[in-house]
């Protein structure tokens, strides 16, 4: 079993829509967790940490399961510009080394 | 802030030759990181570094020699460049549990 597993999509979403991602995790130790977004051809970049109580950012919302150890991210109101990809990212024993999904393709559609 | 800046954007090489791919970044950040991305497998650590003077061996280091002579650069050294390490690179600095990545390097081995 793969340490995180997303499902890579694609995800095609009217605009307008909500549209919601999982990300399991294997290692029930692990501490901290990011969902980064990524556009075609383009770095990663940070969307949001996953707290424990859950958290929101806008129309984001993340979510963290530990005992079914799974994130979430909730997209409201989708709009085009949310077409990307989404890195699920976990954090294993602090021990400074990351590990990635493979991501969760979306396109927002008019 | 520059944040974190890679060159070059593209490189071409036949197999066999070395280089290096340049990363700096001006945030004092003590972490630094080269990941490769390729198509299905997301993003894997290659070698990792916590501090100048210190680094480390990631998921896939073996092709790939690391140094880190100051808090600012970190460079990622090719030895005797393969077809398999055709791949996009990013290099990142870490701080708080939260990477900032660079632009990436596209590196194609012929």
């Known amino acids: 079993r793969k340490e995180v597993e997303q499902d890579p999509g694609p995800f095609n979403v009217p605009e307008g829509a909500t549209v919601a991602f999982n990300c399991t995790y294997s290692?029930?130790?692990?501490?901290?967790f990011f969902w980064y977004r990524q556009d075609c051809r383009k770095e990663p970049k940070l969307l949001m940490s996953?707290?424990?109580s859950g958290n929101e950012d806008g129309r984001f919302t993340a979510q963290l399961n530990r005992a079914s150890q799974y994130i979430s991210l909730l997209i409201r109101d989708s709009k085009l510009s949310d077409s990307a990809t989404y890195l699920c990212?976990?954090?294993?024993?602090?021990?400074?080394?990351?590990?990635f999904g493979t991501g969760t393709r979306l396109t927002i559609i008019p | 802030n520059a944040g974190v800046t890679q060159t070059p954007k593209f490189q071409v090489l036949k197999t066999g030759q070395s280089m290096t791919l340049q990363c700096a970044q001006d945030?004092?950040?003590?972490?630094m990181s080269w990941y490769r991305q390729d198509p299905g497998m997301g993003l894997r650590l290659i070698h990792y570094?916590?501090?100048?003077?210190?680094?480390d061996q990631g998921e896939v280091p073996n092709g790939y020699n690391v140094s880190r002579s100051t808090t600012e650069d970190f460079p990622l050294r090719l030895l005797s460049a393969a077809p398999s390490q055709t791949s996009v690179y990013f290099c990142?600095?870490?701080?708080?549990?939260?990477?900032?990545f660079g632009p990436g390097t596209r590196l194609t081995v012929t």
């Open positions: 990142a600095s870490r701080y708080r549990g939260q990477l900032s």
């Open positions: 290692n029930s130790a692990s501490q901290s």
């Open positions: 996953v707290y424990s």
């Open positions: 990212v976990v954090d294993n024993f602090g021990n400074e080394k990351l590990t």
């Open positions: 945030m004092n950040h003590e972490y």
């Open positions: 570094s916590v501090g100048a003077g210190i680094t």
